[in-house]
């Protein structure tokens, strides 16, 4: 058996064995003797076997010696820190090299498969650059590099010339910058996938209608939101069968002027999800494609209903309308569906606003998935959902069903697997001894009637892997069988029941998340499953130290709230073995002692909240957390300053509350740093010095940039609430009830986004800032109790949204400035201020009228008005001097020109004389005798 390391003396040998075969054919044709017919045919098989062993020993044949050595250049421009590519070192034939391919019988590298794969850990992804060298293996047909690590670099524009490329594979693989145009020159490409980098992007799509021969384009996360009519290069894909570009930042372009004509008939799978197109892309689904099978259009912006063209999707399997604007009578858009009622498979409308009654379904005899939850979907269940046999997963949550679920819902559902009907209004009545036709993996009927007793059927279920009846009516305690049957499960959640009783040891278990959070449960705290990543024990009667959270070894713990309890004793020193703890909530206790130092080495942590319990000593040092965005230490014992590197190293806090403490010293201006601050509450401590005058670096009190939702306590227009879901709109600073002093700076008034100020009780001097009116958001202002004078800017009265205000007790005078919101308030708001005037305190201010001034110069008009005024006082003046002459000479002058009248006059004063000296003289006579 001959062989080659020449593919081209390889080639040339096959060429002499079948010149070989012509020549024996030729001479026994011209012979035609049958002894020497019969003699050559066994002579031509054993030339043809020879031929064939020649062929097959071309398996041996080596790779050329240039493709070789551009491999080895390649391989030069790569980091690999696992060694991965070891054996392109210990073998010489690059044909066996890890990742290479080549053509049986020339020898030619055909394929390089460098895709990292992730579920093998002990290899991290290829670094480094792509080597020109590449352009050397002239017969590649797949190159792929997914989900290696290219440091941002660009797409190399080569390796649009290896024009033998069929399928090119880089997803995930860290690229950055614009796609080339030059992959448009890979006419013979099928396969393209650019998966997963996220900063490559694309303003032109005119490249893809080159790639006439592509079936499979995977574009998803890359950012074409610049890209013009990307539906009209697309269309140009007549061969193309999968499309997906989820993710790609895609918005609504004029479909209907876009041309079908050569638009692809076989494309089948469509993932247009994630992006902001409206409902104008069902037209081109419509017009595009009769054939498909799967159609993801989840998380865009499509309104109406399922529109009609639909009625020819008749080998639809599986439909995503998920979370989108789509409203529109339920039962119609199903009927939309029509043609498709014997194929579809997977029906998903959740998160939309269909409204209307229970549909049809029973022609979908092969529904395997439907999702209708967090609509607005009304009446009953029918009972004919128990017809659906082929139903997998059945998904109701979220709208408004109601009446009766009965064993008859179920009758056949032989193959449901997954059941959430929870957030209706439906009643459970299934009998305790039921034995379901189903063995489920996930149920979910919170928040429906299915107490008071735990459902026994339940227990049948051994493949529950997830169970929530979270405020479900269920109240008792739980039977023993019960801990067995969740030993198995990875989620439970019976919060917001009545359950009482102790919890068992749960070490065994394989708990991934356990909420049993407002319940009765009580006693000590059980080990819990090692595997444990999110435990909710909060609002229950736990009692005890802390010590047995020790004993639970749980690596992956990422979310722990035994908050509103009655655990007591010291924190015990062991959060070291929670290196993923990321939210930890004991709020709300009876815990005590020092805060442990172990506490700072959780790098990770995000919240931070131990308030309202009895700690003591000085602020814990987390100065390694610098991921936490929440630290809630008020309602304690704390005392010390406030440490200055909390502005240096913790930049991404949100909310800092360490209210209702005793920490002294100055506000370190570091807290200034805090550029994300929304919640800074130091109330109710012994702060002394003056308020820092670098409000204006926060800069998230000067936009309206939300952030993720917490849950928080703070007082709100003097009561304390829980802000949940519109915490992340709040603004708020509360230093109230400290000693600061001086003056208020003026750079408080750039926090216009600020919502709510209380800086009362404090010892505070000078004057308010005149443009303290640019807080045009604020709803909540308290500066009472202080020593703040001058006058109430003018500037205040556009804060219209105002409607807490207290500047009372302070040394404010002047007029209050007329306002729609000022005038409004109650005048003990405003008292204490002995110098300050106007409503609500008073009509008028001294010196004054009735009040119109408002404090704000009015040039030549106010002027003319006080003209008016002292022309009318002098003009009554002159009157009054004119009447009394008028009427003392009209009395005076007939006395002395008539006699009789002068008589009659001195007769009528001795009468009254008399008259007043004998009352006169009776009165002191009874006032004696009452002695």
């Not at 045919?41 to 020993?57: D, K, R, T």
């Not at 998380?299 to 399997?317: A, D, M, R, V």
């Amino acid at each position: 058996m001959c062989s080659f390391q020449n593919p081209f003396a390889s080639t040339i040998y096959i060429s002499l064995c079948r010149l070989h075969i012509i020549f024996i054919i030729m001479f026994f044709t011209i012979i035609r003797s049958k002894h020497y017919v019969l003699v050559g045919l066994v002579c031509l098989a054993i030339a043809s076997a020879i031929c064939c062993s020649s062929v097959g020993s071309s398996n041996n044949i080596m790779c050329l010696k240039s493709e070789r050595h551009a491999l080895l250049q390649f391989k030069q421009g790569l980091v690999d820190e696992s060694n991965a590519l070891a054996s392109w070192e210990n073998k010489k034939d690059c044909c066996k090299w890890r990742g290479i391919a080549c053509n049986n019988q020339t020898g030619h590298v055909t394929r390089l498969d460098f895709s990292f794969r992730y579920f093998n850990y002990t290899e991290v992804p290829l670094r480094g650059e792509i080597s020109l060298s590449l352009l050397e293996l002239r017969y590649l047909n797949y190159l792929d590099l997914s989900y290696n690590d290219f440091g941002g670099m660009i797409i190399p524009k080569f390796i649009g010339s290896l024009s033998q490329l069929k399928e090119l594979k880089l997803a995930g693989a860290n690229f950055s910058g614009p796609v080339p145009p030059q992959l448009g020159n890979l006419s013979n490409l099928h396969t393209l996938d650019l998966y997963g980098n996220e900063v490559v992007s694309s303003e032109n799509l005119e490249w893809l209608s080159h790639l006439s021969s592509l079936r499979y384009l995977n574009m998803s996360y890359l950012d074409l939101s610049k890209v013009v009519n990307w539906p009209l290069s697309l269309s140009k894909l007549t061969l193309l069968t999968e499309l997906q570009l989820s993710q790609c930042n895609l918005h609504d372009v004029n479909l209907r002027s876009l041309s079908f004509i050569n638009s692809s008939t076989s494309l089948q799978l469509l993932d247009l999800s994630h992006n902001h197109l409206n409902s104008s892309i069902f037209y081109w689904i419509a017009n595009v494609s009769s054939n498909f099978v799967h159609i993801d259009l989840f998380s865009n912006q499509l309104e109406g209903g399922i529109p009609k063209g639909f009625q020819n999707l008749c080998s639809l399997e599986s439909l995503i309308l998920y979370h989108n604007q789509l409203s529109e009578n339920i039962e119609h858009s199903v009927k939309t569906l029509s043609c498709a009622e014997n194929t579809l498979e997977t029906l998903d409308l959740g998160f939309n606003q269909f409204w209307g009654s229970w549909p049809d379904l029973k022609r979908f005899s092969k529904l395997r998935v439907l999702y209708l939850d967090s609509n607005q979907v009304n009446g009953s269940l029918p009972e004919s959902v128990g017809q659906l046999s082929s139903l997998e997963t059945l998904f109701l949550s979220g709208n408004s069903l109601s009446g009766v679920i009965t064993e008859a819902h179920f009758l056949n559902l032989s193959r449901l697997q997954s059941l959430a009907i929870s957030n209706n209004h439906f009643s459970i009545n299934l009998s305790s001894d039921w034995n379901p036709p189903f063995q489920l993996t996930t149920l979910d009927m919170s928040s429906c009637k299915v107490g008071p007793t735990f459902l026994k059927w339940i227990l049948t279920q051994t493949n529950l892997t997830a169970l929530y009846l979270s405020n479900a009516g269920l109240s008792g305690s739980l039977p023993i069988q019960v801990w067995d049957l969740f030993s198995g499960l990875d989620y439970l959640d019976l919060s917001m029941n009545q359950i009482h009783g102790k919890l068992p040891n749960l070490s065994s278990t394989s708990l991934l998340s356990l909420n049993l959070s407002s319940n009765l449960f009580s006693g000590a705290l059980p080990s819990f499953s090692p595997m444990l990543q999110s435990l909710y024990l909060s609002n229950n009667r736990f009692s005890g130290p802390l010590s047995s959270l020790c004993a639970t070894q749980a690596p992956e713990l990422w979310y722990l709230d035994i908050s509103k309890n009655l655990l007591s004793g010291e924190l015990p020193n062991c959060w070291m073995q929670f290196q993923e703890l990321q939210v930890l909530n004991l709020g709300k206790n009876k815990l005590s002692g020092k805060i442990p130092s172990s506490l700072g080495n959780l790098q990770g942590i995000g919240v931070l909240r131990l308030h309202d319990n009895n700690f003591s000593g000085e602020f814990p040092s987390l100065e390694n957390c610098t991921g936490l965005f929440m630290v809630d230490l008020g309602n304690n014992n704390l005392s010390g300053k406030i440490p200055t590197w909390i502005g240096q190293s913790l930049t991404y806090l949100v909310i800092l509350r360490l209210r209702s403490n005793e920490f002294n010293g100055i506000i370190p201006f570091s807290l200034c740093s805090l550029a994300a601050i929304h919640v800074l509450d130091l109330s109710h401590n012994n702060i002394t010095g003056g308020l820092p005058h670098c409000f204006n670096n926060i800069t998230s009190l000067a936009d309206d940039i939300g952030t993720d939702d917490f849950i928080v306590e703070l007082v709100w227009k003097g009561i304390e609430i829980e802000f949940r879901e519109n915490l992340h709109r709040l603004r708020s600073i509360d230093i109230s009830s400290n000693y600061l002093i001086g003056e208020i700076p003026p750079s408080v008034a750039s926090m216009t986004e600020l919502i709510s100020l209380n800086l009362s009780r404090n010892k505070l001097t000078g004057k308010l800032p005149e443009d303290f009116g640019n807080m045009k958001m604020l709803e909540s202002l308290d500066l009472s109790r202080n020593r703040i004078s001058g006058k109430i800017p003018t500037s205040f009265a556009s804060l219209n949204f105002l409607s807490v205000l207290d500047l009372s007790h302070n040394n404010l005078s002047g007029r209050i400035p007329l306002g729609t919101q000022l005038q409004g308030f109650n005048a003990s708001q405003y008292m204490g201020n002995l110098g300050l005037c106007g409503p609500p305190l008073t009509q008028s201010c001294p010196g004054e009228g009735t009040v119109q001034d408002d404090g704000i110069a009015r040039g030549t008009e106010i002027d003319n008005k006080e003209q008016v005024s002292d022309g009318l006082n002098l003009g009554i003046f002159i009157s009054a001097v004119l009447g009394f002459v008028t009427g003392f000479w009209m009395v005076c002058g007939s006395l002395l020109l008539k006699t009789s009248r002068r008589y009659a006059y001195f007769i009528f004063l001795d009468n009254a004389k008399d008259w007043i000296y004998v009352k006169t003289k009776a009165k002191v006579r009874r006032t004696c005798q009452s002695f």
